[in-house]
T-cell receptor, first 116, second 115 residues
Framework: EAGVVQSPRYKIIEKKQPVAFWCNPISGHNTLYWYLQNLGQGPELLIRYENEEAVDDSQLPKDRFSAERLKGVDSTLKIQPAELGDSAVYLC??????????????FGPGTRLTVL | GNSVTQMEGPVTLSEEAFLTINCTYTATGYPSLFWYVQYPGEGLQLLLKATKADDKGSNKGFEATYRKETTSFHLEKGSVQVSDSAVYFCALSDRYGGSQGNLIFGKGTKLSVKP
């Protein structure tokens, strides 16, 4: 079974440029998460989808970040414009449940963003 | 609010040494508890989990017991190997409110095992 796929694996951009990250979850997983991981820190949730609905986006900085999961499968996270402080690893995860506390989340390898 | 506190690293051990990585949590409800591992250059992988008090999670020789009375979920392994070198994250998932199911992570503990 294929795991969570993310692309690109690495991205280097100039500040104020836009950037997008793509995630394809494990087949059949209806819950999808985007996390931000700063260097030396644990991941922090940005947004959670159940199917195509964003059920928790309270931690997403909506002035510059946006996300979509139009058909309830793959998802895109966008930053426009990027700032220096956005340099981090962006992780995608998926789970087969409905976001209950006992669900196991499966993580992709992440996209490492560097903003110059 | 909910939070997870892990012992700070890095932790350096010799092969076959005993490992303990401390993890304590604060939660408003009855969380599930997890240990994830991140090997160099790879994504986070679930190592083990426990969903209620006194449950013991185990995998690959690692164990952790959900202690509600001490709000702890310490990770242990009796004999570490060089291949266990990685960053270990403790995490919780609470059962109440809009954040149910969201993972809250500790800062991670880097383990290096020397031959």
């Amino acid at each position: 079974e294929a795991g969570v796929v993310q692309s690109p694996r690495y991205k280097i951009i100039e500040k104020k440029q836009p950037v997008a990250f793509w995630c394809n979850p494990i087949s059949g997983h209806n819950t999808l998460y985007w996390y931000l991981q700063n260097l030396g820190q644990g991941p922090e949730l940005l947004i959670r989808y159940e199917n195509e609905e964003a059920v928790d986006d309270s931690q997403l900085p909506k002035d510059r970040f946006s996300a979509e999961r139009l058909k309830g499968v793959d998802s895109t996270l966008k930053i426009q414009p990027a700032e220096l402080g956005d340099s981090a690893v962006y992780l995608c995860a998926s789970s087969s449940g409905s976001g209950s506390r006992t669900d196991t989340q499966y993580f992709g390898p992440g996209t490492r963003l560097t903003v110059l | 609010g909910n939070s997870v506190t892990q012992m700070e690293g890095p932790v350096t051990l010799s092969e076959e040494a005993f490992l303990t990585i401390n993890c304590t949590y604060t939660a408003t409800g009855y969380p599930s508890l997890f240990w994830y591992v991140q090997y160099p250059g790879e994504g986070l992988q679930l190592l083990l989990k426990a969903t209620k008090a006194d449950d013991k999670g185990s995998n690959k020789g690692f164990e952790a017991t959900y202690r509600k009375e001490t709000t702890s979920f310490h990770l242990e392994k009796g004999s570490v190997q060089v291949s266990d070198s990685a960053v270990y994250f403790c995490a919780l998932s609470d059962r109440y409110g809009g954040s149910q199911g969201n993972l809250i992570f500790g800062k991670g503990t880097k383990l290096s095992v020397k031959p």
